[in-house]
């Protein structure tokens, strides 16, 4: 009190606070650096004792173990082997996020009817389906065709010889594949989605003007279906991109190690720089810059030392580039051999019955069709089932959430229903439907992991076989985990751009 | 797995129909089945298929059992015996010409009782003569006139070889779970020690009833709403023994009694609207669950009395009906305490501790029964560190400690950390773990002295509560290093048990680290949140299969070779670890929902961060995610049956595995699947629906 402290402006280091703060989290960091390294020493010396290492080049030598299905069933190499896992559960996870938003979407809007017994249903559907653990469904499905399901027999297999057959090996069904102008149809595709775009934008700018309704939608899918149609036809014209691909291709490949290496690094430095930019922009008040506190600052440099970082990267490990170089160069060598001027002879899609075939022993689905194998249905049964339940309770909150007077709204302007429905309800309800959504698509990508347990070969369990005649767990744990953490990021980065495009502009 | 199942529930309000069509049944249903000419057909087709589905399922559930009558065989007499032998040699691995001692005990699949083998009796078909005469085995045994009776046949009628025909006893194998009991409950563990787990299944009863105290004042539930329930339940039960494949008798008797409820039901609830206008919360809960809880016990002591057919062992029937008096009786005490001796907060402050001890304390002490091996040298650093330790935090914890005090905590904190580096661990007493736990509860206690010290009292208790940790901490680590008194696996968990525990000391474990998280990610220091971030989002990008795997073997990689952690203990660090990250997410929305305005209030009160967090911010937000927390729960629970993977002998295990597995029950597995899935269901739909009262109760989504 009685004495003035000299320097004002100075605050000792015990009572500054961003001092403190630093000195809190860089000890607390080392901490767990600290217990980190010790973990692992602990573990490199466990490891050699039992005459392992950390390495990753077991994935080049060669197994001797069958995969039950996929695309090979004696995979030459761990890595050929995992590769085919993970096409496997790609496969779950596309075809059941597509079935569980249909099916969810049917149960959900169920879950809304006033029709008292459909209701029900739904209800009791949903009820059971997410109070049970998903593994002990699985498992029941699993359980449930091997038990219950008939035998495969060549004279009765059914219940629709030729079309749809169901027994304890799978199920089966008639199928349209690609055939050899598929890739030629999807190019007629693509310009006629984009033609369609224009012609939709088109049409609405041309009502926005006159007022008259102008069937913009009704032009967007006509233009999309005369380029289908036609394309179905005309499709050997697209041949003519096959040169193309192969141009790209061969610009990868006269492409230098250290061109790639440039471009990489650059890339990454320009992300940098651009987050940079946009950081401080969103620190820009009217009156200039505002003051940047300690944390402002560590974001900055975080952000530049990431993108320094990864830029040194690339040139302290050229196998990424030389990766990237190799992969781009056969992807556009194998769209190339997919084209041919005038085309490979055949329509886009072949139609495709199934067969009972009896090469030995036991009879067989023939390679025709569609076949589900029996762990595949299990898994398959099981995520579609369980997301469902979870996508229908999504929609139904999605349209409840909806508020009472935007119906109220638009029924007193005189809306049908179905525009009630069309232009007022649904625009709303998806905007709070898609981050749940997407959740539950995440979850389905992780739930397939279960697959393990019905020895459907995904990841996980051509991981587990690998792990065990290898003794590489380590490697083999870090690999799911980066591989689903890549599927994770990959889902959520498409759900967050839709979600940005469609939220409201708060003004 | 289901973070918005409950987010969704809050949001949903279920619409009544009006009381007026409830009342009358055939506006009712015009109104609810019939609105237009396409929704009534949509609701015919959907009847139909229900009906359809329901058949299927209930002529799979009690499909009766078919024998083949095989090619050398033509009169009743001579297949009867057949089925008998066939039965005999499959149940009890004998071979059919083996020659049986007397005094040994055979059983038939059908049923659990064992017969002896009488003096003269010398071979299985012997027996087999001995069994059709025998009256205490006729409601067991196929004789010649059930085989007429079920299959409606001629009584001199022969019989055509390669046929099957019906005999008595269910083709599903129901009995594999009644048999196996036991091992759904708790798998290995000594029948003679069996005492332990009901000691700690009457501490999770005892609590669950005291907290029932401190849930509210008076709730209450609708008697009409109850009706309504009933009225459904009945009429479904009804439909469900019309479709059954039981005979006549069975069937019209259970009919008769399921449409007697439902019109019971439906007239209580007649004139309750009628008395009311409006369902009315008229019934105590705690009441109607006590009422519910007398009913399934004396039903269980009842019906055997009154069926001959039906046993149930008192070894079921004794501890039950303990649990549920000590459940009732603990109930009754707390209201007691509540009412006159102690405040709600005390109630609360003394439950949450014993809930947060009650885990390592079944765990470890009652179905573990250490072996204590005491040494001086533990009794020593316990004493010496908690009186030093005691010192200090009263220090610190006084209004003047002052920089000194702050400067001691930064001290202690350092040493905490300093007794983990191997170099310093020349000293022996240093390098045991026990230390290292003591000192870092110390230092914890130095940072919280701060915070929570003032007067006298405040003072006072945390030293109390210090010496209480030290205690803990010593009496646990002895416990830890010795051995078990009991014969026991080193994984003496299983069944049910297991995945009760694991649900139960995963959510205990991870709700703190879910906190510590969550503010983590939310805090304004960017290396906490860095980490934090990237904990949780690596965390939540991959499956729960590959954590466990994690646990499984990373674990003991980490862990100095000499040290071994029991497989379940490792499935529970990961199931932690994984629901931690999770929780942190959910604990960060409601710390994101308080308005700032409570930040700048505590700010202008003069709080430190510290307190900011813990008095004003994070009780809030944790009130606010109440819901959310309760479905972690759920999904937790759920999640504890992917331990099956790993090879934890869990309740799904149990199920599909070991009952299966069996000789007697090869091919048991669906029915298997079936009850433990029923199990999960009744466990999760309850927790859900629980979490629905609590929302209303608090009010959320309300607002």
Known sequence: ?507 | MSDEQTQMDQLLEVEEAPLVAQLHPMRWIRENLFPSVLSGILSVVTMLAIIGFLYGVLSWVFAPQRALVPEDVTTLDAFVTDILVDDLVRTNRVEPDQLLDPGETLRLSTSEIEWEVPADVGSVPEFVAYLLDEPSADEFVTTADDVIRLNGLDPDEELVPGETYRIQGSARQWNSISTNSRNYFTLAYPTEQYIRIWISFGILCALIGLSAVTWSDRPRVSGARIARKMTVFGAVFAGVALLAPWSFKVDSAFIFAGLALSVGGFLTRRRLLRRDGEEKDDLPLFGVVAFVLALIIGTMWLLPMLVDKIVIASTTQVPLTMMALVAVAAFWIGKGLRSGLMSMGALKGILLAFWALSMPVIYMVILRDPAIDLTVQDIAIGVVIGLIGAALVWFMAGPNAGELGKGLAAILVLLALLSWFPPLAGVTWLELIKTKLLLGGLASFAMAAATFGGNQRARASMVGAWLATTALVTWFSIIAEGGTSLNLQSDFLGGMVLTVLLAFGGILLSFPIGVLLALGRTSTMPLFRLMSTAYIETVRGVPLITVLFFGALFLPLFLPSDLRIADALKALIAITGFSGAYLAENVRGGLQSIPKGQYEASQALGMSTVQMTLFITLPQALRAVIPALVGQVIALFKDTSLVAIVGLADLLLVARAIVPGQPAFIGSQLENLVFVALVYWIFTFSFSRASLRIERKLGLGER
């Open chain 1, 1 to 507: 009190m009685e004495k003035q402290p000299k320097q004002q402006h100075r605050v000792p280091p015990w009572r500054n606070v961003t001092f403190l703060k630093w000195s809190l989290q860089i000890l607390v960091l080392s901490g767990v650096g600290l217990i980190a390294y010790l973990m692992i020493s602990q573990a490199g010396s466990n490891l050699r004792a039992i005459g392992l290492d950390f390495s990753f080049d077991f994935l080049d030598k060669p197994v001797n173990f069958p995969i039950s299905e996929g695309i090979t069933k004696q995979p030459d190499s761990v890595f050929h082997a995992l590769k085919t896992g993970i096409i496997n559960m790609l496969r779950i996870t596309v075809s059941g996020i597509l079935a569980a938003t249909i099916l969810g979407v049917m149960v959900g809007i169920g879950r809304l009817s006033g029709n008292w017994i459909i209701n029900k249903v739904a209800t009791g559907y949903i009820e059971t389906i997410r109070n049970i653990p998903l593994l002990v469904q699985i498992i029941f499905w699993r359980a449930f065709g091997q038990l219950v399901l008939p035998a495969l027999d060549i004279e009765t297999a059914g219940p629709i010889s030729g079309w749809l057959f169901i027994s304890k090996k799978g199920v089966s069904f008639a199928w349209l594949f690609p055939a050899n102008g598929f890739w030629q149809w999807l190019a007629f595709l693509t310009l006629g989605l984009f033609v369609a775009r224009i012609a939709y934008k088109k049409r609405m700018r041309l009502k926005e003007e006159r007022g008259a309704e102008t069937y913009a939608i009704s032009w967007g899918v006509g233009a999309f279906f005369l380029f289908a149609v036609v394309g179905w036809f005309i499709h050997p014209v697209m041949g003519f991109l096959g040169w193309l691909w192969e141009a790209i291709s061969w610009v990868f490949g006269i492409l230098p190690l250290w061109g790639m290496q440039v471009f990489l690094a650059g890339l990454a430095i320009a992300a940098a720089a651009w987050f940079i930019k946009r950081f401080l922009d969103s620190r820009r008040t009217p009156a200039g810059l505002a003051k940047l506190t300690d944390d402002d600052i560590f974001r900055i440099g975080f952000a530049g030392l990431v993108g320094l970082g990864i830029a040194l990267a690339m040139f302290m490990l050229p196998g990424v580039a030389r990766a990237l170089i190799d992969w781009g160069e056969r992807f556009f060598e194998f769209f190339a051999s997919k084209f041919e001027w005038l085309g490979r002879g055949g329509g886009p899609l072949a139609f495709s019955q199934p067969a009972v075939v009896q090469p030995g022993a036991f009879s067989n689905y023939g390679n025709t069709g569609l076949t589900m194998t029996l762990p595949f249905f299990a898994v398959w049964t099981g995520v579609t089932l369980y997301t469902a339940a979870f996508i229908a309770e999504v929609v139904r909150g999605g349209v409840l959430a909806v508020e009472k007077g935007q119906s109220e709204a638009g029924l007193a302007m005189g809306l049908s229903r179905f525009q009630l429905l069309r232009f007022i309800i649904l625009p709303q309800a998806f905007r709070i439907i898609l981050p749940p959504l997407g959740n539950q698509y995440l979850n389905l990508a992780k739930n397939t992991s279960l697959a393990v347990a019905v020895a459907y070969p995904d990841i996980v369990a051509v991981g587990t076989t690998v792990f065990n005649q290898t003794g590489r767990s380590v490697q083999v744990i870090l690999i799911w985990m980066g591989f689903y953490l890549t599927v994770s990021l990959t889902i959520s980065a498409f759900i967050n751009f839709y979600n940005r495009r469609l939220q409201l502009v708060e003004r």
